[in-house]
């Protein structure tokens, strides 16, 4: 269903212009969709679906946790809503709304939280979410997808139309490592294996998949045979897959671009722990807030590159080995 095409290059096409044409084609395959903003569809190239659909393209203002509310009741009402923001705002600011209004309630709800964790890059600190994922696991039945590329985004948005429920969305809006060809599909709980291997299984989400198959290349290179793995939902979590992997290579890293407190690393540590203890080792943000500067800086700040990972495949290896 799905075909790796990565070779470091990154795609010619914008996340937020893949995410408009995507919430454009929604628009025009189900007379049930709407889309909601909160004052940024100029970030988000979603002015001309706007203007197209003036009715269904709704800019609520800077009220996220309004939006919300406005979401759940159109849920209510029948309506299958998309509602963007920053990813900050996605998650802490409308929180309550969203687990009350939309989890509780048991409205249907896919929210886009754009720019999580580094890739806020200037926009700094306050719009810089790394615990987003963990706040957004504690909500009974929520989906977590965490998109790679403009592929994967276009085929999850599609795939959660008619998902029940509470749906978190991370995406970045400037463009992204290519890692799938065009017409790639996915499965709701189900990981993408996209390199084999037999000494280490590297388990990632979003940005950081491509952080991996480039760390793969080089451990190869040492002659560590990693297998790679895009997590594709962080919830649910595809346990089988992560079971299968962890006993076929018996050393586990988890790579992501959110607080190591809540996240993939701890979903999955979590799992192995019960069913399979597993030498696991987790490469992520630890615990701290975030900063602005440029995109690769803040990688390099935070740790968020195929060297830690590396280095982090090496510690699993060598206990491995004792």
Do not use: F
């Given at each position: 269903m799905y075909k790796v095409i990565y070779n470091g290059d990154k795609e010619k096409i914008a996340m937020k212009d893949a995410f408009a044409a995507a919430i454009e084609n929604l628009i025009e395959l189900d007379p049930k969709v709407v889309y909601l903003d909160?004052?940024?569809m100029n970030s988000m190239?979603?002015?001309?679906?706007?203007?197209?659909?003036?009715?269904?393209?709704?800019?609520?203002g800077i009220q996220e946790a309004n939006m919300v509310g406005v979401a759940a009741g159109m849920s209510a009402a029948g309506k299958k809503p998309y509602v963007h923001t920053f990813g900050p705002f996605a998650s802490r600011r409308c929180f309550d709304q969203v687990f009350l209004s939309v989890g509780y309630a048991?409205?249907?709800?896919?929210?886009?939280?754009?720019?999580?964790?580094?890739?806020?890059?200037?926009?700094?600190g306050t719009h810089m979410p790394f615990e987003d994922v963990a706040m957004y696991r504690v909500i009974p039945g929520a989906a977590i997808f965490d998109a790679v590329d403009s592929v994967q985004l276009q085929d999850i948005l599609l795939k959660t139309k008619d998902r029940?429920?509470?749906?978190?969305?991370?995406?970045?809006r400037k463009n992204s490592v290519a890692v799938y060809e065009a017409g790639s599909e996915f499965e709701i709980g189900k990981a993408a294996v996209l390199r084999d291997g037999t000494?280490?299984?590297?388990?990632?989400?979003?940005?950081?998949?491509?952080?991996?198959l480039k760390a793969a290349e080089t451990l190869a290179a040492e002659g560590i045979s990693a297998q790679v793995v895009d997590i594709v939902t962080i919830k649910p979590l595809d346990e089988a897959t992560i079971l299968a992997c962890a006993k076929k290579t018996g050393a586990v890293v988890t790579a992501e671009n959110a607080n190591i407190n809540g996240g993939l690393g701890g979903a999955v540590a979590e799992f192995l722990s019960k069913n399979h203890p597993t030498i696991m080792r987790i490469v992520g943000v630890e615990d701290r807030f975030g900063q602005v500067g440029e995109e690769g800086y803040l990688r390099e700040?935070?740790?968020?590159?195929s060297a830690k990972i590396i280095s982090k495949v090496h510690e699993v290896i060598a206990i491995k080995k004792q």
């Open positions: 909160a004052d940024l190239s979603t002015t001309k679906v706007r203007k197209k659909y003036p009715e269904r393209a709704i800019d609520c048991k409205n249907n709800v896919r929210i886009i939280g754009s720019d999580p964790g580094v890739t806020a890059a200037y926009n700094g029940p429920g509470v749906t978190y969305i991370r995406t970045p000494d280490v299984t590297i388990i990632a989400a979003g940005i950081m998949v491509a952080v991996a700040v935070y740790e968020l590159t």
